[in-house]
């Protein structure tokens, strides 16, 4: 409730205070509204969404997941033109700074609720709002997102691979929506401009989410139950225990990370006998082995982009301690969560 009271506010506020801003849509992603939040639902993802028509893309390097934005020829966002670079790119560091502007200005004016704007997170795609709501605080992070009418980069070519799961229909149809970008600063660049942009697939993994199943029917209300969404829970679960109690070794990984695991989990398992309600635990530890192996290999193929490894090799020691703590916990029944 107060999420939904402050965001439209701010929303409201941006589209009219900056031209750039006027086309913008609010759409939530995250965890929250894939119904996989774990624990409280204290933190939140809210995508701005900017629709752009022609914009070329350049790869920034060779993940597949970075890239440069130049306007074609004549746009007819002129009103995005102010926040490129001296090299005619668009900046996201520029369109960033704005954004925050206005909502660090705007914030003051919200009633009956104290909302702050976190101090900025080098290389963050993300404008932070703490919200108070004694005795705790929400935090709902902002992501600055532009909507490309484009089709898909070849690096997402051979990515996305639920032909056995969900079907060739729906690859088909996820492979024609357009194409999302958010402010990331690649951090493999040299100089570190930020100007660069990373794919984001947030629009379809939800949608994943929501249909999960190889029947149409899966969880449904008259449908047979399974244990997908439990599973993702658990992994999720686990990862931020360990994290907790671990935070200096394991601050590279994030959520994301067993996310990645687990659609890849469902490709491996594609049917819905794989993942029966009752079998929960056994399925828990299958999708738990195989993100270990991951670990253990410092290999995790971004799942739309499969030349992307989310597990760098500069990070083996992270990532074998990670696996270790995981083994830990398979082998002894999961002590981190008694505690």
Known sequence: TLVNMVVPHLVQTIRSRDGAFSSMEQQSAGSYYERVKISQPNEFDIMLVIPVERLQLDESDDTGAYYYLT?????????????????????????????RDIIKQEVKNIKNVEVTVTRKKAGSPAITLQIKNPPSEISVDIILTLEVQHSWPPSTQDGLKIKQWLGTKVRREFKLRSLYLVAKQNKREKVLRGNTWRLSFSHIEKDMMKNHGHSKTCCESDGPK?????????????????KMKYPKELEKF???HVK?????????????????????????????????????????PHFFIPQYNLLSLEDKASNHFLARQISHQLNNRFPIFQE
């Open 71 to 99: 306007f074609k020829r004549n746009p007819k966002e002129k009103y995005l033109l102010k926040f490129l670079d001296e090299d005619g790119k668009l900046s996201a560091f520029k369109m960033l700074q704005a954004l």
């Open 226 to 242: 399974c244990c997908r969404k439990g599973c993702l829970k658990l992994l999720k679960y686990l990862l931020e225990q360990l």
């Open 254 to 256: 994030c959520s994301y």
């Open 260 to 300: 990645t695991a687990f659609f890849h989990s469902c490709v491996m398992w594609p049917n819905d006998t794989d993942w029966i309600l009752e079998d929960l635990d056994h399925c828990f530890q299958k999708c738990l082995g195989y993100f270990v192996e991951c670990l253990q290999k410092s290999q995790l």
